[in-house]
Structures are given as C-alpha cells and as structure tokens.
C-alpha cells in the first residue's frame, strides 16, 4: 500500500477525531444544563456561559493562535490543543463551583480555537490539490456527526452517569488525539516549520478574489443557517405541541444529510468548480428556507422533512467546496491564517444570525399576541434567512 496514502489517512482520522470534540461538547452539554443548574443552584441565565464562555474564549483565541501556528508550528499547536483540551476536560469533572466550570471552558475555548487554527491548514499541506476537497469533506461529516450524536449519546451519559461523564467521555478522545499526534504529525511536510513573517491580518490574502469572495460566502452561509434549529424548537414544542425529545428526533435529519453528503461534495469539488457548488447548495438553502417560512404560515409539520432535506443537501455541497475554495486561493504561507479566519467567519455568523433572530423575534404587530405573534416573527425570520443565502449564492458566483 501507497506510504502517502497510509500516512494521509491517518492524519485524516487524527483531524475528524478533533473535529469531533467541540460541535458533540455542545450539543450534549445542551441537554445536561438542567441537572448542572440544580446541582450549582443555578438559574438558565448564568448557565447559558457554560456554553458561551467556550464560544467567546475560541473566537478570541482564533486569529492570536492563526498567527502563532506560523510562528511555532502548526503540528506543535494542534498538539498542545488537543492536550489542553484532555487537560481541561477531566478538570470540569472536579468542578466545584458554576464559576470554576465556566473558568475551566474559557481555557477549553483556548485549546479549541488552537485546533480551529490548524486543522485546515494540516489537511491543505497534506493533501494535493486534487484530493483537498475529499479530505475536507470527511471532515466537515465528523462535525456533524458530533452534531447528531451530541444529543443522543449525551443524553444517555447525562441520564444514567451524570453530566460529568460526557467530560470523560470527550477527555479520553481528546487524550487519544493527543498522544496520536506526535507520532501522526511528524512527517506532514510544512507542519513544523517556524519563523513565518505574515502580519496579523495579512491584507495580502484579501487582495485574492477567491479568498475574499468565499468567505463573504461562508460568512452568509452561517449567518442564515445557525439559527433554524432555534426557531424550529419553538415551533415544534410551543406551536406544535411536540416534547423536546421528539423535536430533537425530528430535526437530526438535517445534520444527518449533512454528514453522508459532505465527502462526496467535498471530493465532487476536486473535478468541479467549487463555485459553482457553493452557489448551488446556497440555492437549496435559500429554497428550504423560504419552504418553512411556508410552513409556519400553514401551521404544517409534514412539510418539515423536505424542507430540511433541501437544507441538509445544500449546506452539504456549500461547505467543504467553499473550505476547498478558501483554502486553495492562498499560498501555504498564510494557510495557517486562513484556517483560524474560517473559524473565525462560522462564528461570527453564528452570533449575528442569533442575534439578527432575536432582534426580529421581539417585534410588536399591533394587537398580535401569543402564539400567533410568534408564528409571525418566525415567518418574517424565514423569509431574512432566505434572503442572505440569496446574497450567498450572488458572493459564490461572483468570485
């Protein structure tokens, strides 16, 4: 067997395995925060920084940590990312006190946003140009496999174990991360080469079209996903009626398209303008979302299957072209910077797509009240989202 070929697919594993941690961390601490808020005492208000602590600390850390992978290594900081993140996850078990939990995630953020820096860039060293894509696209499918299986494999390690054991559960694949990636890494060429002189916002990388335009796109993407799954949980339990467990039966077809479809439109974008993938999956987005927006105005369920089918596809041939995309228009000198900025755009369109959501949920229509009033809010949010991946399929094909 091919040497490359044996030594690049462990490297894979070794990335998936990382990319694994932090969208399954989340998802299943979702479901433990209850019983964390009645051992601490704790009201939702403050247990909402169990998750935000870790989000805000990894969009901080994304571009200091960008710029050090250059500096130090990115084999090197992959690796100490994956230790602080075993470190800290066996430390959340021995909390003993909400404050100590949320101080430990801040350092977790830390060692995550040193993963989120190098990640994409191992792969883009590894992997030639034409098998980038596939390599991607598993990558993006471990992401949301831990997405799928967050709430289902957490739910059981919170029900019968206790909250703590999915720290112990992420800690021992971390731990395994960790001391594979030595070992694994060692011979990625360009992993441990230091003493890069790219500034910290290298505007250089801007100047490239592809570059600039994909992460426009990418950037639009989240802004106009992130939140669907926030405003189908109301709508399935406060307007359907549904218990919080089927609706989250309901809504894993979505992340489960996502993950069976991404090596294919991740390989796909090797012979393929990655662009012109981008821009259709933006398409199937925009078109799944103005289909809830129908939705919510019928009061339907049935027309929920399709509609997140359509969004499972179209996220699934947007995201690893468009990684592919950004990554292949800058040259290896600024791949690290490029994999912490891709980090950096999925996180801040997370943010402004909860916040644009909020901000419309809030609206006043007159003497509309109660349920009726947030069947509306959640229409007119639809109909925005839609929109924005509207303006995400003009930045895909303008590039």
């Known amino acids: 067997m091919d040497k490359d070929f044996v030594r690049r697919n462990r490297l894979l594993w070794l990335i998936m395995a990382a990319s694994f941690l932090t969208p ?28 935000g602590s870790f989000l805000l600390s990894a969009f901080v850390f994304l571009l200091p940590m960008g710029r050090l992978a250059e500096r130090w290594g990115k084999a090197r900081l992959f690796t100490l990312g994956a230790g602080i993140f075993a470190f800290t996850s066996f430390t959340c078990i021995l909390a003993d006190s909400l404050t100590f939990l949320i101080g430990v995630r801040v350092v977790q953020g830390m060692g995550s946003a040193m993963n989120f820096a190098t990640n994409n860039a191992l792969l883009a060293l590894a992997y030639p140009k034409e098998k980038r894509g596939s390599a991607m696209g598993w990558m993006i499918a471990m992401v949301y496999v831990g997405l799928s299986l967050g709430p289902v494999v957490g739910g059981t390690l919170n029900h019968y174990l206790g909250w703590q054991s999915i720290f112990v559960f992420i800690g021992f694949i971390a731990l ?48 106009a996903t992130f939140a669907v799954g926030f405003l189908l949980s109301f709508y399935l339990q406060d307007i359907l009626g549904y218990h919080s467990h089927e609706s989250g ?53 049935y027309g929920l299957f399709p509609c997140l089918f359509l969004l499972g596809v179209g996220f699934a041939l947007f995201a690893a072209p ?56 959640m229409q007119i949010s639809f109909v925005m989202l839609s929109f924005i991946c509207l303006l995400g399929v003009w930045a895909a094909r303008v590039r």
Not at 39 to 44: L, N, V
Not at 249 to 266: E, K, Y
Not at 343 to 366: D, E, N, P
């Open 249 to 301: 039966m309901f809504l894993l077809l979505q992340p489960v398209m996502m993950a069976l479809l991404s090596p294919a439109m991740g390989a796909l974008s090797d012979r393929i303008s990655p662009q012109s993938l981008a821009a259709g999956g933006m398409a199937l987005i925009a078109a799944g979302l103005m289909g809830l927006a129908l939705l919510v105005h019928s009061g339907g369920f």
């Open 322 to 377: 468009n990684n592919n995309a950004i990554m292949g228009s800058v040259p290896k000198k600024f791949y690290s910077f490029a994999s912490s900025w891709l980090g950096m755009v999925r996180l801040l369109g997370q943010v402004l797509s909860i916040l644009l959501v909020t901000g419309i949920l809030s609206l006043a229509h007159g003497e509309l009240a109660g349920l009726g009033l947030l069947a509306l809010n």
């Open 176 to 223: 395994g991360v960790f001391l594979a990636s030595p070992l694994v890494l060692k011979d990625v060429p360009g992993g441990n080469e230091r003493g890069g002189k790219t500034g910290f916002l290298p505007l250089e990388a801007f100047r490239e079209r592809v570059f600039a335009y994909s992460s426009l796109a990418a950037l639009l993407n989240y802004m």
């Open 24 to 51: 399954f961390t989340g998802s299943a601490l979702s479901l433990s925060l209850p019983d964390i808020g009645r051992q601490y005492g704790q009201g939702a208000e403050s247990l909402s920084w169990v998750l």
